[in-house]
């Protein structure tokens, strides 16, 4: 595996289930993030985590809870979500000593919440 | 406030030249992207400007100009291919990227 990856890549759940969504990079980044997309919005970036720590919670309902075991790999467990909650989940990694810190995304997740 | 703008859509001729601007107001300023996104896929990396000038990539350019927080991406010799969401984001003095909604480039034969 290269790059940055990402399970399920579509998921489709009921408001009352609980479920969890993974991401991998294999870049050997210090840096990962969770990212909303939806239909012609700007991304929303949830949480960002730096050397295993989290640096950043954008005010995200806390049905959403991200979990970082170690820095390659980044969880965003899910339970009683809401519709408006269907969307593409982005993960992305980077190098934060780097000068631009550009990030490297995955495929994402399609979620859809019935 | 924090804001990016860039238009929704643009239609452009396979083969043709085409702008895509972004205009930003933040409160910090690091530098400026643009993604790539085609439908159903990752954004992918495309240009980073932190000072003021042209940066030329192949067919791709980006410009930047600090004092009017504005930037822009051309697009050389247009394929069918560059059919996509170009997402222009600032970075702030954090990790942050501040996003725009994107601009979905047609290409016409």
């Known amino acids: 595996e290269t790059g940055v990856t990402q399970t399920p890549r579509h998921l489709v759940m009921g408001m009352t289930n609980k479920k969890s969504l993974k991401c991998e990079q294999h870049?050997?980044?210090?840096?990962m993030y969770w990212y909303k997309q939806s239909a012609k919005k700007p991304l929303e970036l949830m949480f960002v985590y730096n050397f295993k720590e989290q640096t950043e919670n954008n005010s995200v309902p806390s049905r959403f809870s991200p979990e970082c075991p170690n820095s390659s790999h980044l969880f965003l467990h899910l339970h009683t979500l809401q519709p408006e909650d269907s969307a593409l989940y982005l993960c992305a990694s980077s190098q934060v000593t780097d000068s631009s810190y550009e990030q490297y995304f995955g495929p994402g997740t399609r979620l859809t919440v019935t | 406030g924090q804001n990016i703008d860039q238009p929704t859509e643009m239609t452009a001729t396979e083969g043709a030249i085409v702008q895509i601007n972004c205009t930003y107001q933040?409160?910090?300023?690091?530098?400026l992207f643009w993604y790539q996104q085609h439908a159903g896929e990752a954004p992918t990396f495309l240009s980073y400007?932190?000072l003021d000038g042209l940066e030329e990539k192949g067919r791709f350019s980006s410009f930047l100009s600090r004092s009017k927080g504005y930037s822009y991406l051309l697009l050389k010799e247009l394929q069918m291919k560059d059919s996509a969401s170009y997402l222009c984001a600032v970075k702030e003095a954090n990790y942050q990227l501040i996003w725009g909604a994107g601009t979905k480039l047609i290409i016409k034969p």
């Open positions: 933040t409160s910090g300023f690091n530098g």
């Open positions: 400007n932190v």
């Open positions: 870049l050997g980044h210090n840096a």
